[in-house]
């Protein structure tokens, strides 16, 4: 076998290296043809060029070579390529936390003067960056209703630049008629960036939302990698993907200029974790419909949200998109997919401290944000301070939301029932 030598000879007369030096640059290297199931973990900021012309045309566009830590690694491309592919996109893109994913797309995306949709179920932290920064840059905001078209094509106008799309929206459920959504975008010009954290790329395929008819896709799929993809409560990072070259690299040039690297122990525990992505996911929605069916006889419980069961809000969009026979996995499911999360709504007649108690008595479920890893989760939301828009659609009461974790069903069913009990009494 033949390897190269670095050549550390640099004292007259053939004397060796000192110590440090030889530490530094060492003569031994091992074998190449090393092979195991896992790929190489390359930890670098700096990136060694072979030469001075091989530096001078470097090459940060495509993954052709390396220049520099923060623009990639062989560790990086491999999960970005294996990313892309479970999103049914072409490119893909690294950032530190599904929020970096989301504020990398819009600063690249918009500018002053702009304006970007949001729905008005959308994540959170995605409005307030809306409203603080991108609002202090002087790009405008508008808040949709995800459940109505008209809504959305009416507030499209000529300096709309960005519609954010969720499907469902991650605390109360509403799924909404995304490839309608996207035609809309689509008509007027307007990129569409889905959140697709939810579906994480085994529900529906987001960038083929009409098998059988005319191409239909969103332009922009980002992830909270920090759910499903990592399943373990312990890693945060986001993907960026996309399937047209131009509007990859728009977002690519921000990504460089922001400085939005990720860790090559995170991106190891991504790699680990990514192949069981789709048995996790199908094991975490199985209990969690059997919970959310269960909750809908519990008499301080008025609705369940969640979108497979029938009656819950964009049941049908959700039954058109990731129903049996339908999504990336409905062949083999048979019940279609859908993420081990969903929401229940606690009668108003009990306050918020009654909700507050119940939370407080689960032992099993803890209280926590996030969602995709082994513990299963609880959150009591007020709602009143989270929506600009009128919400017929939810029944009156206080929120509570659930990610379903890996735990045995029947123990979460009890744990459930005796917060219940000890909460509302016998409702
Ligand atoms: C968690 C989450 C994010 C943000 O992900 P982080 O990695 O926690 O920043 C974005 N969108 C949705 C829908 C999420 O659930």
Not at 110 to 120: A, K, M, N, S
Request: net charge negative.
């Amino acid at each position: 076998m033949t390897f190269s030598v670095p050549d550390t000879s640099v004292r007259p007369e053939g004397e060796a290296p000192g110590l440090t030096t030889r530490l530094v640059h060492h003569a031994y290297q091992p074998p190449a043809g090393f092979a195991a199931p896992q790929p190489p973990v390359y930890k670098a900021s700096t990136v060694i060029f072979p030469t001075v012309a091989a530096m001078r045309a470097r090459e940060w566009k495509d993954k052709t070579s390396y220049t520099y830590g923060l623009h990639g690694t062989p560790t990086t491309y491999q999960l970005e390529e294996r990313l892309a592919t479970l999103e049914g996109g072409a490119q893909c893109l690294l950032v530190p936390s599904g929020l970096a994913a989301i504020a990398n797309v819009s600063l690249a995306l918009l500018r002053t003067g702009d304006e970007v949709l949001i729905p008005d179920n959308a994540y959170g932290p995605s409005k307030a960056l809306a409203e603080v920064e991108l609002r202090h840059y002087g790009i405008r905001h508008t808040v949709y209703d995800p459940m109505d078209l008209a809504d959305l094509a009416a507030r499209i106008t000529p300096a709309t630049r960005l519609v954010w799309l969720e499907a469902p929206g991650s605390v109360t459920m509403e799924f909404p008629d995304l490839a309608e959504q996207v035609r809309i975008c689509r008509a007027r010009g307007v990129v569409a960036a889905l959140d697709n954290t939810w579906g994480a790329g085994l529900a529906f395929a987001p960038f083929d939302l009409a098998p059988g008819s005319e191409p239909l896709g969103v332009d922009i799929s980002v992830h909270a990698l920090t759910k499903y993809p990592s399943g373990g409560g312990d890693v945060l990072m986001g993907s960026i993907t996309t399937r047209d070259q131009a509007l990859h690299l728009r977002i690519k040039l921000a990504h460089m200029r922001l400085g939005l690297g990720v860790g090559a122990n995170d991106v190891e525990a991504l790699l680990r974790s990514l192949p069981s992505t789709a048995l996790r996911y199908a094991a975490h929605d199985r209990a969690a419909r059997e919970l959310a069916r269960w909750l809908q006889s519990q008499p301080a419980v008025v609705q369940v949200l969640h979108p497979a069961l029938p009656g819950s809000p964009g049941h049908e969009h959700w039954q058109a998109l990731c129903g049996p026979h339908q999504g990336v996995q409905g062949a083999q499911g048979g019940q279609g997919l859908a993420a081990g999360l969903f929401s229940m709504v606690i009668d108003e007649r009990f306050g918020q401290d009654a909700v507050d108690a119940f939370c407080d008595g689960l032992r099993l479920f803890k209280l926590g944000y996030s969602w995709g890893g082994p513990m299963s989760l609880v959150v009591p939301y007020e709602l009143a301070s989270m929506r600009e828009r009128p919400t017929p659609h939810l029944k009156p009461g206080t929120v509570v939301r659930f990610s379903i974790g890996l735990e045995d069903v029947e123990d979460l069913r009890a744990d459930l029932a005796q917060a219940l009990l000890g909460a509302f009494g016998g409702a």
